[in-house]
């Protein structure tokens, strides 16, 4: 995926891993962010247990995707950050 598509991917997992989390701080710099680096750790633990990965556009990649936002949250919800 091209860089443009990353930033709208992560914007739109970095929103729904949001909403399911309720973090204290947001926005969009923020969700895209956390989204981003969310399909990479879920993208990364996808493939280490052999269920999927991020590598492009579809319905398992994107919950994989946002598996690892939220878990990326809830990690930022413990180190309070």
Partial sequence: MGIFMW??????VGWLAS???KPKKGGLIR???IGIVGA???G?????LGIGSVDNFSVQGFLIAIGGAVLLIWILKILKI
């Fill in 19 to 21: 909403l399911i989390m």
């Fill in 7 to 12: 930033i709208i991917f992560g914007a739109l």
């Fill in 31 to 33: 969700n895209i962010i």
């Fill in 40 to 42: 990479f750790i879920g």
């Fill in 44 to 48: 990364y633990i996808g493939s280490f």
